[in-house]
């Protein structure tokens, strides 16, 4: 990639944004699973590998498995947020293996949270407030 | 077809207890009443924090924060909030009842229960940390674009000094004021450093950030090197963060290939550049002239100061070293303005802190709150209170180089100079919370060995006077200890903090005086009586049998993993002190409460 100048890092920006706005208007589905160290320690890149094998064993198409960085709700790891149209956006914690399947079937394929496992977003994002 | 509510019931062993259990069933009854079984969905959630405001429901999507429920609640809710749509103003959650201080009071329409403020970790958990595309989108780099084409170099260090920004590596030094030194050092060339060698145990707050966010430290520390005309930044980290590394090598080469790190930035006049270089793990190495001698490939040692390093730092050039959670604070400021950060917090320590919240709590985590916060909404509110209902004893704050906050102390909003009043210090912000289970004594000697272990011996206050004050508490905790030791241990602590040459032996011996001051009567029970309370101290623990409630079911015998219980089902059970090695099975095994523990 050629060195950006100041022009088209704002044009990128504004596009970047454009995009991100779509995405966070649910428009898509995304399951974004924290990877600090904490969580691979508990156990996410298992989480992480169950959701892509569910997803592809019921070949569900256009659902995005992602990865982030610790949200700091470590007493509850791994932990992972749903996003997808006509549901709230949901943060997941204590997902094994086996919560991860749950999630699939309940929350993705029947449109209903799960029992146990919903935790509280800690704070309000600053970069949109 | 999706439900059109959700009611979400915490469900945290708090709540639980204050009949979490019974609104639940009256929700489902009422839904059952109202026959909207197919429009709402009720669930059950882990803690939501506020647990002393329990029981606590939330409703989706309205995001209507319901506090202290009562099942005769329940059918208002779902009349008005479900069926009718307006929310139940009586039963939300406000702010003004509690005592709590919200930061940003001045917005509306935003969830106003929530205690934490995100400035430092406001990516972390949001954005993917090896893709610079998603932090770019989030105003990534937009900090640096107003520098470079709209700000001096003199208004990037003014800007940051209006804000109140303090060095959040622990002693709180005013950033901005250590910039300007290194801007006014004559020097043709100058360095930025990152101090990411974080080694408090129980702190990982700098971790989490550097995995999370790796480009907001990128973003700032080229910020620093534009305002104090440095070309060269690195980043010093301790190996045993081997993802935290992978995930700043992916970030500075992303960086680097958009131009936003190497030669003529974003077509400007201005180069800078970044290197990594790692730590073996030396706690003294966070200390830093010990870091800058690391950094310089010599044995990591400090050096007397002055000259400090933001007139002389590495290889002997103005340097500007400060801290992960510092740096990540950088980016904000420069984009929201010096005013709108020095908003948050005290009236001398702006903005947030971020703290590991570690040891006897329920919601163990990392958390950001706004200065001058209390003890008490971070571990009740926050932290959902002390595991298994137990009573709070004290929180340690500030490592190996802090010190503790007893229960008195809950109310106090934590600022730098608040703890420092108080005989703790802020550290880096790992905050372990100590209940009655825990020795006060035990873990001063727990303290005191790490920083023993880690001391680099180059002046004898530290070497000698760590290792004298830990023999010392050997001594007490083993039962060998004498009224006059407590003397020695602060005279010894005292000379220690005068004469050390750095960070790590001046400081050492605060956790010995802050125990002492506020926990007098555990070391003379320890030494007088040869008690722990806590029953931690094994040297001090005795086991017998008390004949009149043993049984003579001969468990406590067969659990003895020495043979220390010699007997029969007939004539009873005798525990021989000189074979005891304390272990306590015994004791545990017992159903019948007849082994007394002293």
């Known amino acids: 990639m050629s060195k950006l100048t100041l022009d088209d890092l704002r044009k990128m920006r504004e596009s970047l944004k454009i995009d991100m706005d779509k995405r966070d208007s649910q428009q898509d589905t995304r399951i974004v699973v924290g990877m600090g160290t904490c969580g691979i320690a508990a156990g996410a890149k298992k989480t992480l590998n169950a959701f892509i094998d569910e997803l592809n064993k019921r070949n569900l198409k256009n659902i995005a498995v992602k990865q982030t960085g610790c949200m700091g709700n470590c007493n509850v790891e791994p932990t992972v947020e749903i996003f997808m149209p006509d549901m709230p956006t949901t943060l997941y914690g204590n997902v094994t293996e086996d919560t991860a399947r749950k999630i699939i079937q309940k929350h993705i394929i029947d449109k209903a949270l799960l029992d146990d496992h919903i935790q509280d977003k800690p704070s309000i994002d600053i970069v949109k407030h | ?598």
């Open chain 2, 1 to 598: 077809m999706p439900y059109k509510h959700y009611i979400l019931i915490c469900s945290g062993t708090a709540c639980e207890s204050s009949r979490s259990r019974e609104i639940h069933d009256h929700f489902m009854k009422e839904i059952k009443d109202h026959q909207l079984e197919n429009d709402v969905q009720v669930v059950k959630t882990g803690c939501f924090g506020f647990c002393e405001q329990g029981p606590i429901v939330k409703v989706l999507p309205d995001n209507a924060f319901y506090v202290r429920l009562k099942p005769e609640d329940v059918r208002e809710i779902i009349e008005e909030n479900i069926i009718k749509g307006r929310m139940v103003k009586r039963l939300l959650y406000n702010p003004k009842d509690d005592k709590g201080r919200h930061p940003m009071t001045d917005v509306a329409n935003i969830d106003f229960y929530q205690k934490q403020f995100r400035i430092v970790l406001r990516n972390c958990g949001v954005i993917d940390p090896e893709k610079i595309d998603e932090y770019i989108a989030r105003d990534g780099y937009k900090a640096l674009e107003k520098v470079l084409f709209e700000m001096t170099p003199d208004q990037v260090i003014e800007e940051v000094t209006k804000s109140g920004l303090r060095g959040r590596g622990g002693a709180g030094f005013p950033t901005g004021m250590k910039w300007s030194f290194t801007k006014k050092a004559p020097s043709d060339i100058k360095y930025i450093v990152c101090n990411a060698d974080e080694g408090d145990p129980g702190a990982y707050m700098d971790r989490s950030t550097l995995e999370g966010d790796p480009h907001s430290i990128l973003e700032a520390m080229t910020i620093a090197g534009y305002a104090v005309n440095a070309n060269k930044g690195f980043i010093y980290i301790r190996a045993e963060y081997p993802l935290a590394i992978e995930r700043l090598n992916i970030a500075i080469a992303q960086a680097r290939d958009y131009g936003l790190l190497g030669e003529n930035l974003l077509g400007s006049s201005f180069s800078f550049d970044i290197e990594i270089r790692l730590g073996a793990g030396a706690f003294v190495c966070g200390e830093e002239t010990a870091l800058l001698a690391s950094l310089e490939g010599e044995r990591g040692m400090p050096r007397p100061r002055p000259p400090f390093p933001a007139v002389k730092g590495l290889w002997g050039k103005p340097t500007v070293i400060n801290n992960v959670e510092t740096w990540a604070n950088i980016p904000v400021i420069i984009l929201r303005g010096a005013a709108w950060f020095a908003k948050i917090g005290t009236e001398k320590s702006k903005g947030t802190k971020v703290f590991a919240l570690t040891g006897k709590i329920n919601n163990s985590g990392l958390i950001e709150v706004p200065m001058g916060t209390t003890l008490r909404e971070i571990i009740f509110d926050i932290g959902g209170g002390i595991k298994d209902g137990k009573q709070f004893k004290a929180a340690q704050t500030g490592g190996p180089s802090g010190g503790v906050i007893p229960a008195q102390f809950l109310d106090t909003p934590i600022d730098y100079d608040n703890l420092i009043a108080i005989g703790s210090m802020m550290g880096s912000g790992g905050m372990i919370v100590m209940d009655e289970d825990d020795c006060i004594v035990d873990i001063t000697k727990f303290y005191l060995q790490f920083s023993v272990d880690e001391s680099c011996g180059k002046c004898a206050p530290c070497r000698i006077g760590g290792y004298q004050l830990l023999h010392l508490l050997e001594k007490i905790t083993n039962g060998n200890g004498s009224m006059d030791h407590l003397d020695k241990l602060s005279r010894i602590s005292q000379a220690m903090q005068k004469a050390s040459l750095c960070g790590l032996g001046q400081t050492a011996s605060n956790p010995v005086l802050s125990t002492m001051k506020y926990f007098t009567e555990e070391y003379t029970e320890h030494i007088q009586n040869h008690k722990c309370r806590a029953h931690k101290c094994s040297h001090l623990l005795k086991f017998d049998i008390l004949i009149e409630k043993c049984i003579k079911c001969g468990l406590c015998a067969k659990a003895c993993p020495v043979g220390a219980i010699s007997g029969d089902r007939e004539k009873g059970y005798l525990i021989d002190h000189t074979k005891c090695i304390k272990c306590g099975l015994c004791f545990e095994r017992c159903k019948f409460k007849a082994i007394t523990r002293g």
